[in-house]
T-cell receptor, first 113, second 112 residues
């Protein structure tokens, strides 16, 4: 199956700043998604990253806070903007396509201080 | 939107025994049901999945069953081993084009 490289793997950021997380897939996938996993919790879908157009956000997530880019079929970024301690979480990107199952990057562990 | 309920939240079994984790979903349009295993500090790893046109799927010690009428699906692990200890998540989605809705997870503990 395809492999997703996600970076950074972890970061500690000051409140009020922004962090951009990158995901690179080693083969073309139809869909890419971004999830958040708070400590000890399940995964929650943030948005679908659409190639060449605006991302589709789930309820409770907005573009101003989590702008997403997907310039081609193998790359996407998620920015966590104007961070607060409540944004401390693990952020995971995922790829899927056709009958290819959803597979995940290794995650970015974000701590906001 | 989709809602996925998962039970139990914690499951402790003796090594060699079987473990069963159950999930229900709400959206009849969901047609893809994967199970993920997540070890501490690692990414979720797909262990088995099932699509709505299949009632059961097996891969060595792991099996998944799906009842579309009742909107529930289950993970069965037989002959459990210490390395099976992890958190297991069920999920539901449209298959490929849609993101997944996850259950809250089951912490599986294999007692030696």
């Amino acid at each position: 199956s395809a492999v997703i490289s996600q970076k950074p793997s972890r970061d500690i950021c000051q409140r009020g700043t922004s962090l951009t997380i990158q995901c690179q897939v080693d083969s073309q996938v139809t869909m890419m998604f971004w999830y958040r996993q708070q400590p000890g919790q399940s995964l929650t879908l943030i948005a679908t990253a659409n190639q060449g157009s605006e991302a589709t956000y789930e309820s409770g997530f907005v573009i101003d806070k989590f702008p997403i880019s997907r310039p081609n079929l193998t790359f996407s970024t998620l920015t966590v903007s104007n961070m607060s301690p409540e944004d401390s979480s693990i952020y995971l990107c995922s790829g899927a396509g056709g009958h290819t199952e959803a597979f995940f990057g290794q995650g970015t562990r974000l701590t906001v201080v | 939107g989709e809602n996925v309920e998962q039970h139990p939240s914690t499951l402790s079994v003796q090594e060699g025994d079987s473990a069963v984790i159950k999930c229900t979903y709400s959206d009849s349009a969901s047609n893809y049901f994967p199970w993920y295993k997540q070890e501490l500090g690692k990414r979720p790893q797909l262990i088995i999945d099932i699509r709505s046109n299949v009632g059961e799927k097996k891969d060595q010690r792991i099996a998944v069953t799906l009842n579309k009428t009742a909107k529930h699906f289950s993970l069965h692990i037989t002959e459990t081993q210490p390395e099976d200890s992890a958190v297991y998540f069920c999920a539901a989605g449209g298959g490929g084009a849609d993101g997944l809705t996850f259950g809250k997870g089951t912490h599986l503990i294999i007692q030696p």
